[in-house]
């Protein structure tokens, strides 16, 4: 389950064929958390490294964002798989877990809200 409505349109789209180098998105109960592919195991294996995100206007807490992404060779590390409903999870986590993982877009966002 997925918070807000944003995080929850964005969690339904197809994802794309991963590439080295691609970005991907975390979605979280309400947050998205930007991240890089930096291995493709096989074509339903994959690692990704969390990317150094630093906000960039002025907007204060405010749900209009915006953001500047740099790679983060310190990053945390995460192991994907695509599951069968066509989805990308962490392993060893379950399918029913609130995080979802979109290919082919790095986003950030902090809800400030909770």
């Not at 180098?21 to 994959?46: H, K, P, Q, Y």
């Not at 906000?55 to 953001?67: F, H, K, P, Y």
């Not at 379950?94 to 082919?104: A, H, I, N």
């Amino acid at each position: 389950m997925i918070g807000s409505l944003v995080n929850n349109i964005m969690s339904e789209v197809t994802p794309d064929v991963p590439e080295i180098g691609m970005g991907v998105t975390r979605l979280c109960w309400s947050d998205r958390n930007a991240f890089t592919v930096i291995d493709i195991l096989s074509s339903s294996e994959i690692r990704v490294q969390r990317d150094r995100a630093k906000r960039v206007d002025n907007n204060g807490m405010s749900d209009c964002q915006t953001w500047e992404f740099q790679r983060d060779p310190n990053g945390s590390i995460y192991h994907l798989t695509l599951r069968k409903n066509g989805r990308w999870k962490q392993k060893g986590v379950r399918s029913k877990s609130s995080d979802g993982w979109l290919l082919g877009t790095r986003q950030e966002h902090f809800d400030f809200s909770f």
